[in-house]
């Protein structure tokens, strides 16, 4: 049988490693902000001829928009990003694109967002977290109440949660700097969504622990928590394997608007799959018997 649970020491190495370069990216670069967090207005705009990408950043260079971000949508659409405009002026601007550029332009998305508005969402979205985060831990501290220390595994689930969170947002903070990949609020759905998915998966996990601490498998604690785990290999890399085939697709076929969503999908999932295998019932036994328990035993022995 696989011994996921011997290697701990190997995994908590490994997910340091990538916290600690997300921590500093983070405190170097931080994340870069989309419309939702930093005001500004987006639209996507439809071309009835063939627009190539520098001739549109060019063109808007000219009418004094060189801050615009400017993006491929599929299709020859194009997503452009600048700071908050009247209706007056994205209409204006429209005419002056069409004039400059030779062609017909269809504006299919258009919002803007405020400064308040964007502190708003940045508040809501903390708090969204932090709500969700207690009610996971009430929850499994409540489902495995029968379980001896109960609030032990939530407290466990959480920590695993938050080591998904800080690598997705680690991750995006890495690629704003490198990509200029934004952060807006399907972001913040996705990294909700990833709260989900991580829960649900570690919950099948600690189920499967659970279940052989009924039946008594072992006397050893560690023995029992890499049943758990190797019984739940098959089910969790099935699941999770098929759902990354279908978020693949949706960031190489779907629309630039929904890439950080997507984004923060598939990096969460491909992380909530090696957490829930890798880290979480590790936790438990870290904390039910230290790190480096099963070694200590085969010093003894020998």
Same mark, same amino acid.
């Given at each position: 049988?696989?011994?996921?649970?011997?290697?701990?020491?190997?995994?908590?190495?490994?997910?340091?490693?990538?916290?600690?370069? &997300?921590?500093?990216?983070?405190?170097?670069?931080?994340?870069?902000? %989309?419309? =939702?967090? +930093?005001?500004?207005?987006?639209?996507?705009?439809?071309?009835?001829?063939?627009?190539?990408?520098?001739?549109?950043?060019?063109?808007?260079?000219?009418?004094?928009? =060189? @801050? /615009?971000?400017?993006?491929? /949508?599929? &299709? &020859?659409?194009?997503?452009?990003?600048?700071?908050?405009?009247?209706? @007056?002026?994205?209409?204006?601007?429209?005419?002056?694109?069409?004039?400059?550029?030779?062609?017909?332009?269809?504006?299919?998305?258009?919002? +803007?967002? +405020?400064?308040?508005?964007?502190?708003?969402?940045?508040?809501?979205? #903390?708090?969204?977290?932090? *709500?969700?985060? #207690? !009610?996971?831990?009430?929850?499994?501290? $409540?489902?495995?109440?029968?379980?001896?220390?109960?609030?032990? $595994? %939530?407290?466990?689930?959480?920590?695993?949660?938050?080591? =998904?969170?800080?690598?997705?947002?680690?991750?995006? +903070?890495?690629?704003? $700097?490198?990509? !200029?990949?934004?952060?807006?609020?399907?972001?913040?759905?996705?990294?909700?969504? *990833?709260?989900?998915?991580?829960?649900?998966?570690? *919950?099948?996990?600690?189920?499967?622990?659970?279940?052989?601490?009924?039946? %008594?498998?072992?006397?050893?604690?560690?023995?029992? *928590?890499?049943?758990?785990?190797?019984?739940?290999?098959?089910?969790?890399?099935?699941?999770?394997?098929?759902?990354?085939?279908?978020?693949?697709?949706?960031?190489?076929?779907? %629309?630039?608007?929904?890439?950080?969503?997507?984004?923060?999908?598939?990096?969460? #999932?491909?992380?909530?799959?090696?957490?829930?295998?890798?880290? /979480?019932?590790?936790?438990?036994?870290? $904390?039910?018997?230290?790190?480096?328990?099963?070694?200590?035993?085969?010093?003894?022995?020998?």
């Amino acid at each position: 049988m696989i011994d996921l649970v011997g290697k701990r020491n190997w995994f908590f190495l490994i997910s340091a490693i990538v916290i600690i370069l &997300g921590i500093i990216s983070l405190a170097v670069f931080g994340l870069k902000p %989309g419309v =939702d967090f +930093s005001s500004g207005t987006a639209m996507t705009l439809t071309f009835d001829k063939e627009v190539e990408l520098s001739q549109l950043r060019q063109e808007l260079t000219e009418l004094g928009y =060189d @801050e /615009a971000v400017v993006q491929p /949508a599929g &299709g &020859g659409d194009f997503f452009v990003r600048l700071p908050e405009i009247s209706a @007056e002026e994205t209409t204006k601007l429209k005419e002056s694109l069409e004039t400059g550029l030779d062609t017909t332009i269809t504006t299919s998305s258009l919002y +803007s967002v +405020s400064p308040m508005v964007a502190k708003g969402t940045v508040r809501n979205t #903390i708090i969204a977290v932090v *709500v969700a985060s #207690i !009610g996971i831990l009430l929850y499994i501290s $409540w489902a495995f109440r029968k379980m001896p220390k109960p609030i032990r $595994w %939530g407290t466990c689930a959480i920590i695993a949660l938050v080591h =998904d969170l800080v690598i997705v947002i680690a991750v995006f +903070s890495i690629l704003g $700097w490198v990509a !200029g990949v934004e952060i807006d609020a399907l972001f913040v759905t996705g990294v909700l969504a *990833v709260v989900g998915i991580s829960v649900n998966n570690i *919950v099948v996990v600690f189920d499967r622990i659970r279940e052989n601490l009924k039946r %008594g498998v072992s006397r050893d604690f560690e023995v029992i *928590v890499n049943y758990g785990i190797v019984e739940s290999l098959g089910r969790s890399l099935n699941t999770g394997l098929a759902t990354l085939f279908v978020i693949v697709a949706l960031y190489l076929l779907g %629309g630039v608007t929904t890439h950080s969503l997507v984004l923060a999908l598939l990096i969460g #999932i491909a992380t909530g799959i090696y957490c829930s295998l890798c880290i /979480a019932g590790q936790l438990l036994v870290v $904390w039910e018997k230290g790190f480096t328990s099963r070694q200590k035993a085969a010093t003894s022995t020998a």
